[in-house]
């Protein structure tokens, strides 16, 4: 049975407002209270509105068989509460049909596993009781930020009780190894390491509305059969939920290739599966220990001009 993970990141940081010399002891105020507002009510009217109407009318019409997760930073979730009450309603409503996973994260996506053990599990705790309690739901799968990895890391992460943790499948890192296999951390392998594939998931985020690439333009059909002839037992689709709406506009058509998208892999055969926890928790000769060193993002990479002590 071949499970494809398909996982949204959904994050909006508190942007800070110019605080001039002549500020200091006078204005305590120190958001762009304008600017804040107005990002968070363009993206929910262009994503994230839209995207999770299109996400609840596609389980409904799967009956179940269609799911997905999704991380939503603190402070995203405190910029609906003032901004936009009703995404927060959409998500809610996402999270009854009992066919979405939220995952658990630091509050402020923040780099604390790589500074403070403390700070990390601090935010951890603070993170998951915000997703109890504003959707039902116990986290039992973490995403660290930019999917930031390491065997440390997962020790941390599998020591406050999760089950799965997600990292980038970098492929200068698992050299002959493939991403779409479940793997264990090498410390506690009862940690489950997903990694995202990052050709597939990057097919859609940065190349579906590019002219210029072979494969353009990208059907729910073509897209369903790559799927279909990856080798591993699972396909890791992570990316950016403003990806829909946002950095792939509405008039590139993203929208009605995840409508085709579900039914187009589900007809393929009848053993894929839409899914998080069963595949993550799944167990087998394939999910071996693999001892992966500072899985970073290329991101981490870019900016880190001195060895990590």
Not at 201 to 227: C, E
Not at 242 to 264: N, R, S
């Amino acid at each position: 049975m071949k499970t494809v993970n398909l996982y949204f990141q959904v994050h909006q940081p508190w942007r800070l407002k110019v605080y001039r010399f002549f500020n200091i002891g006078k204005d305590h105020n120190y958001l762009d209270d304008f600017t804040n507002r107005a990002i968070m009510q363009k993206v929910a009217r262009q994503c994230y509105l839209p995207m999770n109407a299109l996400l609840l009318n596609l389980i409904k019409e799967h009956k179940g068989a269609f799911k997905c997760s999704f991380s939503i930073t603190g402070t995203a979730v405190e910029q609906f509460r003032i901004y936009a009450p009703e995404v927060l309603d959409s998500f809610r409503a996402l999270a009854e049909t009992g066919c979405v996973e939220f995952l658990a994260e630091t509050y402020s996506h923040s780099l604390a596993a790589l500074s403070s053990k403390e700070d990390f599990v601090e935010q951890v705790k603070l993170h998951s009781k915000m997703i109890k309690d504003e959707f039902g739901k116990k986290p039992v799968a973490f995403r660290n930020t930019e999917l930031i990895y390491s065997d440390q890391i997962g020790e941390m992460v599998s020591a406050l009780g999760f089950k799965t943790i997600l990292a980038e499948g970098a492929k200068h890192v698992l050299g002959w190894k493939s991403p779409d296999y479940v793997y264990t951390n090498a410390i506690d392998n009862r940690l489950r390491v997903l990694l995202r594939n990052y050709k597939l998931s990057d097919d859609i985020a940065f190349r579906f509305s590019n002219q210029g690439w072979d494969q353009y333009p990208l059907t729910a059909d073509k897209f369903a059969g790559w799927v279909k002839e990856s080798a591993g037992e699972v396909v890791n689709l992570f990316m950016d939920y403003e990806t829909f709406g946002e950095h792939q506009k509405a008039t590139t058509g993203i929208f009605d290739f995840v409508k085709a998208l579900p039914k187009a892999i589900l007809k393929q055969q009848t053993n894929i599966r839409f899914s998080l926890k069963k595949a993550s928790l799944m167990a087998g000769t394939q999910a071996e220990a693999s001892k992966i060193l500072m899985l970073r993002t290329a991101w981490l990479q870019a900016h880190q001009t001195t060895p990590t002590p």
